[in-house]
């Protein structure tokens, strides 16, 4: 982080420290709220119809001549031939190989850009009526959470991990319906579950069953395979 940054980040730290009047927090708060009012509007109202989806997250980073960049692409394609939409974070990287596929076949191919001040532009393989962007990360949780009927978690960073993270604990808690969550590479997610496996269920943080809240894979074919045959004696509609 250069010296601007930093001065950057400290004066940020400052004003939120700083004292206000009440006027001024009435102003800025009731904005606050009408924005992630809009938000949820406008994602709502383009998402309540799309029918059954899968989320496909992982790193904007991801090149496309990476292999877990066509993996990635593969899956939506097959995951269209199957009769599923795909919603992935509108960026690039794995979320750009995720729309890609899913353009490939035809399919109804989703973006929920975030507004970021690196890595994130909307990529061009979004349906035009199915580009959303957020301000709000959590605004944004809750659409893919609402409209998703599974996760295909690709390797990514802190953001994907959230994303796991985020669902599997919104099922262990009983918040949401269990629907299924794929880890995609076995040598990338391989040590996270080993040390979930030896430390957070051997201090008693988890229990033993939490581990089957996902499946690991390494292929395309396993992959939608889990999902299908997740759905197969279920109706899919929204998650709640």
């Known amino acids: 982080m250069t010296e601007?940054?930093?001065?950057?980040?400290?004066?940020?730290?400052?004003?939120?420290?700083?004292?206000?009047?009440?006027a001024q927090i009435k102003s800025e708060e009731s904005w606050r709220i009408f924005k992630i009012m809009s938000e949820f509007v406008e994602g709502i109202d383009k998402l309540s119809k799309i029918g059954p989806c899968v989320s496909i997250f992982g790193?904007?980073?991801?090149?496309?001549?990476n292999p877990y960049y066509k993996i990635a692409e593969e899956i939506?394609?097959?995951?269209?031939?199957?009769?599923?939409?795909?919603?992935?974070?509108?960026?690039?990287?794995?979320?750009e190989a995720g729309n890609k596929g899913a353009a490939s076949e035809k399919g109804r191919?989703?973006?929920?850009?975030?507004?970021l001040p690196f890595e994130q532009k909307p990529n061009p393989y979004i349906d035009s009526d199915k580009n959303i962007n957020f301000d709000f990360f959590f605004v944004r949780k809750v659409m893919f959470v609402k409209y998703s009927q599974g996760f295909i978690i690709m390797p990514g960073g802190f953001g994907t991990l959230d994303e796991m993270f985020?669902?599997?604990?919104?099922?262990?808690?009983?918040?949401?319906?269990r629907f299924p969550v794929v880890l995609v590479g076995k040598?990338?997610?391989?040590?996270?579950?080993?040390?979930?496996?030896?430390?957070?269920?051997?201090?008693?943080?988890?229990h033993e069953e939490d581990l089957e809240l996902f499946s690991l894979v390494d292929t395309p074919t396993e992959a939608v395979r889990v999902?299908?045959?997740?759905?197969?004696?279920?109706l899919l509609k929204p998650n709640f």
């Open 4 to 22: 601007n940054n930093w001065k950057e980040e400290e004066e940020k730290i400052k004003q939120a420290f700083g004292d206000k009047t009440w």
């Open 166 to 177: 985020e669902s599997l604990t919104l099922i262990q808690t009983h918040k949401i319906g």
């Open 59 to 65: 790193s904007a980073r991801t090149s496309p001549d």
């Open 227 to 234: 999902i299908d045959d997740f759905y197969a004696k279920y």
């Open 187 to 206: 040598d990338y997610w391989g040590g996270l579950l080993d040390w979930i496996k030896k430390t957070m269920v051997g201090h008693g943080n988890i």
């Open 109 to 115: 191919s989703v973006g929920l850009n975030i507004e």
């Open 76 to 95: 939506a394609a097959k995951l269209v031939r199957h009769g599923y939409g795909v919603i992935t974070g509108g960026g690039p990287g794995i979320m």
